[in-house]
């Protein structure tokens, strides 16, 4: 994965995913995404909201450029709240989950870190990881 990436200021643009295993989970929140600064700003938005869908993302990287209106779309149309994270503006956020590459998406189910997705994602499989966590 890596040799088809592109590296800028230390991250990676991956274009394909990874994922973790799903549990259950509930959500409460809809709308557009929510730009988070720091991790005070993600702590809360995840101990306020059921599911979260968190969105490390750079503005050069092509892929998550690709990943923008998806994300949109899940704000607007699901029950997860969606926060989006500029891993060049928030570099320790980042490290703290882990990210080592983007797009990356995290996702919390009832303040819990459930799931984490590497790469560019289809809107029907992130809204159906979301929904199985939202029941």
Request: net charge negative; hydrophobic share 45%; with cysteine.
């Amino acid at each position: 994965m890596l040799d088809e990436s592109k590296s800028i200021n230390g991250w990676a643009a991956y274009p394909e995913s990874m994922a973790t295993e799903p549990s259950d989970g509930h959500a409460a929140a809809t709308g557009e995404p929510i730009h988070v600064d720091g991790e005070e700003a993600l702590e809360s938005i995840v101990a306020e909201n059921d599911v979260v869908l968190a969105d490390f993302y750079a503005d050069w990287c092509g892929p998550c450029q690709m990943l923008e209106p998806v994300v949109e779309t899940l704000a607007a149309e699901t029950e997860a709240a969606v926060a989006k994270v500029d891993v060049d503006a928030n570099q320790m956020l980042a490290n703290a989950y882990g990210v080592r590459g983007v797009p990356t998406l995290v996702l919390f189910a009832d303040g819990e870190q459930v799931e984490e997705i590497v790469g560019v994602q289809g809107e029907d499989r992130l809204r159906s990881l979301i929904e199985s966590y939202a029941n």
